[in-house]
């Protein structure tokens, strides 16, 4: 158990719909990362808030967004969903700014399936 | 830009044979490197990382993994497969000041009785 607890575990939902996938990060840590994995593109780097900041971006498309709350809890909103939106998601936490050094703990995912 | 490059996206060794799993890397600059585990239907769990000082990085469950900076490399070995290894794993790489890891695209494990 990494600490770090994502609800829900399993989502279905359709086309065209509006998901939120949460995120609680170990205890202390600040920073939370987003990352999707999918069979075609492999585990894609989404987006990291640090204590309620955005701090770097990645392959993240327009239709998500993300953001940290005062007690470091995340949430990753997906709108206007498609069927290539289905895929794990993963949420991680690390207990400073950068995650160079120190590892990313990882949750155990949310399987987002769209019909 | 950095980036990962997993040779194999399958492997498969016998039990007790020894497990190497391929991992190169570009970096612009000095590179942090990981070995993630995700076993079935789990998160992904750190193995080994390598930062700075000693090339040869010993992680949990027996695995190793060398960092070869003239090849851009850093191979993940076991030297006997056990049957709870099989697994999908994940190479990382990361610069020494950034936020972002970049993973390869993961290689999955068999291990046959």
């Known amino acids: 158990d990494s600490g770090v607890t994502q609800t829900p575990k399993h989502l279905i939902t359709a086309t065209g719909q509006r998901v939120t996938l949460r995120c609680s990060p170990r205890?202390?840590?600040?920073?939370v990362y987003w990352y999707q994995q999918s069979l075609d593109q492999g585990l894609q780097f989404l987006i990291q808030y640090y204590n309620g900041e955005e701090r770097a971006k990645g392959n993240i498309l327009e239709r998500f967004s993300a953001q940290q709350f005062p007690d470091l809890h995340s949430e990753l909103n997906l709108s206007s969903l498609e069927l290539g939106d289905s895929a794990l998601y993963f949420c991680a936490s690390s207990p400073g700014l950068s995650s160079s050094y120190n590892e990313q703990f990882f949750g155990p995912g949310t399987r987002l399936t769209v019909l | 830009a950095q980036s990962v490059t997993q040779l194999g996206s399958h492997v498969s060794v016998s039990e007790g044979a020894l497990v190497l799993l391929r991992c190169n890397y570009s970096s612009s600059v000095p590179p942090y490197l990981f070995w993630y585990v995700q076993y079935p239907n789990q998160g992904l769990q750190l193995l080994l990382k390598y930062t700075t000082g000693a090339t040869l990085v010993k992680g949990i469950n027996g695995f190793e993994a060398e960092f070869k900076k003239s090849e851009t490399s850093f191979h993940l070995t076991k030297p006997s497969a056990h049957m709870s290894d099989a697994a999908e794993y994940f190479c990382?790489?990361?610069?020494?000041?950034?936020?972002?890891?970049?993973f390869g695209t993961g290689t999955s494990l068999t291990v046959i009785p």
């Open positions: 205890s202390g840590d600040l920073s």
């Open positions: 990382a790489v990361s610069e020494n000041t950034g936020n972002q890891f970049y």
